[in-house]
């Protein structure tokens, strides 16, 4: 039996790449290999297996871009190949990208598609403040909820349109670079409420030297077998009567009980979140070759569940971050400054950020942490020190 998904965190498994950006990397080279070809039907409306997906942590922390180049070498060799999008574009030239005039795909030839996949190892080359202002995050929008037909204007040619559309994303960015990148009334819903929010804090042990084993090579050849596999899966999917049962539990559960719907920043992902779910469950299916085709089984919804909760554990954390105001985010900045390290001189801590703020800033960021439960004051000798409250790391 194979899945993909386990044999694409084992793959990763020995390098600096942590397990949760193993996971939805493989995840989404999933659902790029799918695009549009599947679907659940859910009676007034389609789900599609397409995800938005950013991986965020420090900068150069975490291996984000190598991580994201595990699955981007992966969809390059598959033949036909996806249409990959990586450089950075205007609103204008993704339209243009997504629409397929050409394809080596002969079984499809004649079906008018315009999917895509972008893949971006620093989100804020493809989107940014100029390119969010200029429309590129309504097209976005439109493109993740694979509308049917979609018009827009040409200077030259008029009102022309795109059908049965697809898009697809994997990127990483730092929780700055998006703060910077969306503008504050944005965030929560719109385009942010559709993208999944992969945060780790802190990175794996280190490896100084990664080797491709035999062991690897083999894992690498049956997951080129399986994407081949995926590839010729099309049509409808459904949930198993246990599967639906086990999700209109959970749906009711989460609705009633959850506290993202009261926070602004969480609201509008704890609205889709269901959607989220149905994806990755599709996504799990197939992932798992021995299930039956076009299932989808209670293990496989469970499984989606689980994920998303996983993640989840972190996403209050990082959406915080994101919108936090100037002091907030300097709170953040400090705070993950003694997080990585444990353990702080004052004097230290006071050498880092003098170019930012002043001695008397640093002591209430430091007591609102001390306030917050997050670290603590230590007097060794003479000497001060801020520590990570046990439990924190």
């Known amino acids: 039996m194979a899945n993909f998904i386990l044999d694409f965190i084992n793959y990763c498994k020995e390098t600096e790449i942590p397990g949760l950006f193993s996971l939805w990397c493989g995840i989404s080279t999933l659902s790029c290999a799918l695009s549009r070809r599947v679907w659940l039907d859910m009676g007034h409306y389609q789900v599609y297996p397409n995800l938005y997906i950013i991986l965020v942590a420090g900068s150069g922390r975490c291996r984000k871009s190598t991580a994201i180049d595990q699955a981007a070498n992966l969809l390059e060799e598959m033949e036909p190949k996806p249409n990959l999008i990586s450089q950075k574009i205007t609103n204008e030239a993704l339209i243009e990208a997504i629409k397929i005039t050409e394809t080596n795909d002969h079984d499809h030839f004649l079906r008018e598609t315009a999917e895509g996949f972008v893949i971006a190892d620093e989100l804020s080359v493809f989107l940014n403040a100029k390119s969010y202002e200029a429309g590129l995050a309504s097209t976005l929008i439109q493109f993740f909820d694979c509308k049917k037909v979609f018009k827009y204007h040409t200077k030259g040619r008029g009102i022309e349109k795109l059908t049965n559309i697809c898009l697809g994303m994997l990127s990483a960015s730092t929780v700055d670079w998006i703060r910077s990148a969306i503008p504050f009334d944005a ?140 002091k907030g985010a300097m709170k953040d900045i400090v705070y993950r400054y003694i997080h990585t390290r444990r353990k702080v001189r004052r004097s230290d801590l006071m050498l880092t950020f003098s170019h930012r703020i002043d001695a008397r800033e640093l002591d209430l960021v430091c007591d609102t942490l001390i306030q917050s439960g997050l670290i603590e004051k230590v007097l060794d000798g003479s000497t001060m020190f801020y520590e990570l409250v046990r439990g924190q790391g």
């Open 187 to 326: 965030i929560g819903g719109g385009l942010t409420s559709r993208m999944i929010f992969v945060y780790v804090e802190d990175p794996p042990p280190p490896v100084a030297i990664t080797r491709m084993s035999k062991e690897k090579l083999l894992i690498r050849e049956r997951m080129h077998k399986d994407l081949r596999r995926v590839q010729s899966i099309e049509g409808p999917f459904v949930l198993s009567p246990e599967a639906e049962a086990l999700y209109i539990s959970h749906y009711n559960k989460f609705a009633n009980e959850s506290p993202f719907f009261h926070d602004m920043a969480l609201s509008g992902y704890a609205s889709r979140r269901f959607f989220h779910a149905l994806k990755i469950a599709i996504i799990m299916s197939v992932s798992d070759s021995s299930s039956k085709p076009g299932i989808i089984s209670p293990q496989h919804f469970e499984t989606a569940v689980s994920v998303l909760h996983q993640t989840e554990q972190k996403l209050p954390q990082v959406m915080a971050m994101i919108v936090a105001n100037e």
